[in-house]
């Protein structure tokens, strides 16, 4: 009894926990990219010339898209198909 009714109580108290996180951003990175997703949202940094594809632009990339369908999607990918990855080290 003693058990379900703190297990209840702990059901119960996860929305207050989940609100907790809702505080604001924890860190300058989260607040930067909180702001970016602000301007977004708020469409503040819209440009403000149109950006338009002409006829050609428009029918090159739909034939782009419909080839893409002619590949067949593989079972698998094999791992070691392909180039090597780069490290990163910058040498």
């Known amino acids: 009894m003693k058990s379900t009714t703190l297990c209840c109580l702990g059901l119960l108290a996860l929305p207050l926990t989940a609100h907790a996180l809702d505080a604001g951003p924890a860190s300058p990175q ?14 503040t940094a819209a440009s403000q ?7 050609a632009e428009r029918e090159l990339a739909m034939q782009r898209w419909l080839k893409s369908y002619q590949h067949d999607i593989p079972e698998f990918f094999d791992q070691d198909a392909g180039g090597a990855v780069d490290s990163g080290s910058g040498e």
Request: proline content about 5%.
């Open 30 to 43: 989260q607040q930067e990219t909180e702001g970016w997703l602000q301007l977004q949202r708020n469409n």
């Open 49 to 55: 010339k149109p950006q338009t594809a002409t006829a």
